[in-house]
């Protein structure tokens, strides 16, 4: 099991090397779209990467209701954890 720690780090190296996006400004408050620049297609290319990490599959109607970075680590940390 991954600590929620762990997990954020883990995605905010995703959003840093493959979406260019500066790891000291990312919370859990912060906004992916407005304050992070991603859109519709990052943000697929990132569940994409989520899912090579986790090794498990995501849900696409989970991930269509994220808006912040700690929604993110929320669902990441559900799958990682689940059995």
Do not use: H, W, Y
């Amino acid at each position: 099991m991954a600590t929620r720690e762990e997990i954020a780090n883990s995605i905010k190296d995703i959003l840093s090397e493959e979406f260019e996006c500066e790891k000291s400004s990312i919370s859990d408050s912060t906004n992916l779209f407005t304050e992070l620049d991603l859109d519709s297609i990052d943000a697929v290319d990132l569940v994409v990467r989520l899912q090579q990490k986790t090794k498990k599959r995501v849900n696409p109607e989970d991930f269509k209701k994220i808006r912040t970075f700690g929604e993110v680590v929320d669902i990441v940390e559900k799958l990682v954890n689940e059995k």
